[in-house]
């Protein structure tokens, strides 16, 4: 369970018997607190400037400061009101002990599934008659919580899921934070390009900085291989609308396909286009829980990584971007499944130092159809705290 110390503000202390009242500055001389939770300081009194230190070194020059620390031991802070009226300078110390219950370094909570169309959506996870968003919701977190490794769809374009951990993912300088599992191989006829089945996630995060446990704080894209090409585009929408029921069925000339009109979009660019039924899948591709007969997806496009190799629309590659994304490289690549929240950037792509991650989000970052393939999609499986070692099992005696 997420959860943060939060100070009480300060309060001036006027007793019964009219005395000269006294100003709290709202902070204690000593915390404890676990590693990996966030201590959120709120001061009471104001001033022109204010620097928060820990051991020394000056950490922000904001008004409220959360601290957060992967490691434990005893860390001494201080707060320096810069007011020319009148200055404050305020030492205490904060005791970061090892949690009680220890952490898992996996997927807890799953908070917010909301899939575009595809071919594996109502199957991936299952819908079944009378589920709604809480229980889709619900299947979702079972199948990618803890060890499960049940593969869920976040189907076309924009299609996400929003997950998180136990505790804060910790930013730590120079490593990888994170890592994500997909279902991504490598064909064999073409080693050296690095194709196969790539379908890449983007990925955001976000810090809880209200501590509400909620991700409704700024959400920050981490930066992969392509955020800065050319090719990409920032800005990005795309509407989805339900199947016409009057629409005229027609199939392809392979026949893989026997409804290549079967879900119509438009994006911001101009641009119409169709997720079409296959003959493999014959569920409903528009998420069946969903009330609406739009749904819309904002964020970054991707180039398309798809091609055709023979042709004839009988044998599609979907190549590799060289790093950063999810369900992007096999996931015997650990490296290349793994995520430095370091890369944070903000809507206008200035970096963003963020202490850690609360939440985070992954949407499928292409918008491409590959005939009888069908929509390049993002799947996902599992994430895991890369500092948060692996627990052990006990051998059998």
Not at 72 to 82: C, F, P, Q
Not at 209 to 218: F, M, R
Not at 317 to 338: C, I, K, Q, R, T
Request: glycine share 8%; charged share 25%; aromatic share 14%.
């Amino acid at each position: 369970m997420r959860y943060c110390f939060m100070l009480l503000a300060a309060a001036v202390l006027s007793g019964c018997t009219r005395d000269i009242p006294m100003v709290n500055l709202g902070i204690d001389d000593t915390y404890f607190i676990a590693r990996m939770q966030k201590l959120a300081l709120h001061p009471a009194l104001t001033g022109e400037g204010y620097e928060w230190y820990v051991d020394d070194l000056l950490v922000s020059r904001d008004r409220d400061y959360i601290f957060l620390a992967r490691e434990e031991g005893l860390y001494r802070l201080r707060l320096e009101i810069v007011d020319t009226e009148t200055p404050y300078d305020f030492s205490f110390s904060v005791s970061v002990l090892h949690e009680e219950i220890e952490y898992s370094r996996y997927i807890s909570k799953v908070y917010e599934y909301r899939p575009a169309p595809g071919q594996f959506i109502n199957e991936m996870p299952r819908y079944e008659e009378g589920d709604t968003y809480e229980t889709m919701l619900q299947k979702a977190e079972e199948s990618i919580s803890g060890t499960n490794d049940v593969m869920i769809s976040l189907g076309g374009y924009g299609g996400y899921v929003t997950f998180g951990f136990d505790h804060t993912v910790v930013n730590v300088k120079g490593e990888k934070d994170f890592r994500i599992w997909g279902n991504c191989f490598y064909e064999l006829t073409q080693p050296d390009r690095k194709g196969g089945s790539a379908e890449p996630g983007i990925v955001m995060v976000s810090y809880d900085t209200n501590c509400n446990g909620l991700p409704d704080d700024e959400w920050y894209e981490l930066a992969g291989s392509e955020y800065y090409s050319p090719a990409t585009r920032h800005g990005y929408s795309i509407t989805y609308r339900r199947p016409d029921p009057e629409r005229v069925i027609e199939t392809d000339d392979l026949n893989s396909l026997d409804d290549i009109h079967y879900i119509g979009w438009s994006d911001n660019t101009g641009r119409e286009g169709y997720i079409a039924k296959n003959i493999f899948h014959n569920q409903d591709y528009f998420p069946k829980w969903i009330d609406s007969d739009e749904i819309t997806f904002s964020g970054s496009l991707l180039a398309d990584n798809g091609e055709d190799i023979s042709g004839t629309g009988r044998y599609y590659v979907l190549y590799s971007l060289p790093w950063g994304y999810v369900d992007n490289h096999p996931n015997d690549y650990a490296d290349l499944n793994s995520f430095d929240i370091s890369l944070a950037v903000d809507a206008a792509g200035q970096p963003v130092d963020l202490p850690g991650a609360d939440f985070i989000r992954v949407y499928t970052g292409v918008n491409q159809y590959c005939g009888w393939l069908g929509e390049t999609s993002t799947e996902l499986c599992r994430a895991a705290d890369l500092h948060i070692e692996e627990a052990s099992i006990p051998q059998p005696l």
